[in-house]
């Protein structure tokens, strides 16, 4: 079966500070990879999405990026975060383009 | 965005039935999910509806209407686990397009 793990579970970070958050997913070939961030009592925004690997598409101009290293792995990454960076990051997966996507469990960050 | 429209809150009484509203711009759509989220974890899937009409699973009902860009989720029977957010998503050209999300809460 398929299963997907982000980590950290949480992470408190000071402005200014860099930040990875790592994704991969088990038991697929090939997947379309997405990282979504939902502030506090919002939906889910789409930050980057990537259906092959060094293939990456960006949804909003931000100081973060993304990078797919491996198949199955997909990175957040920030060289200098700022405040407004807080917020639950959720990675998901789906086996096509169209199909239903399964999310991990999610990094709650926070910055101060 | 893709102008996901759905409301913020509702409330409702455990045994009853509840209709979630979601609509969405429908140049470039594909398909609408719903999703549940509870409080603090991740969102797991619900439905999907690709063409016009009703689909039934279990207590959850999603119906679309692509002509309207409507789509409703029915929830029967509620139970007091059944509160919680529930996200309505269009899919366009490769892309998912969330709602803010609709807190329902269950009252006894």
């Known amino acids: 079966s398929q299963t997907i793990h982000q980590w950290p579970a949480t992470l408190v970070q000071p402005v200014g500070s860099p930040l990875s958050l790592e994704c991969t997913v088990e038991g697929t070939s090939n997947p379309n990879l997405y990282w979504y961030r939902q502030a506090a009592g919002r939906g889910l925004q789409l930050l980057f999405y990537s259906v092959g690997i060094g293939q990456i598409s960006s949804e909003v101009p931000q100081n973060l990026s993304a990078s797919r290293p491996q198949d199955r792995q997909f990175i957040l990454s920030s060289k200098k975060l700022l405040l407004s960076d807080s917020g639950f990051y959720l990675c998901?997966?789906?086996?096509?383009?169209?199909?239903?996507?399964?999310f991990g469990p999610g990094t709650r960050l926070t910055v101060l | 965005g893709q102008n996901i429209d759905q409301p913020t809150e509702m409330t409702a009484t455990e045994g009853a039935i509840v209709q979630i509203n979601c609509t969405y711009q429908?140049?470039?759509?594909?398909?609408l999910f719903w999703y549940q989220q509870h409080a603090g974890e991740a969102p797991t899937f619900l439905s999907y509806n690709v063409l016009d009409g009703l689909e039934e699973k279990g207590r959850f009902s999603s119906f679309l209407s692509r002509s309207k860009g409507y789509s409703y989720l029915l929830l029967k029977e509620l139970q007091m686990k059944d509160s919680a957010s529930y996200l309505c998503a269009s899919y366009n050209f490769n892309k998912f397009y969330f709602g803010s999300g609709t807190k329902l809460n269950v009252k006894p």
């Open positions: 429908t140049s470039g759509f594909n398909g």
């Open positions: 998901a997966w789906s086996v096509t383009s169209d199909n239903e996507q399964f």
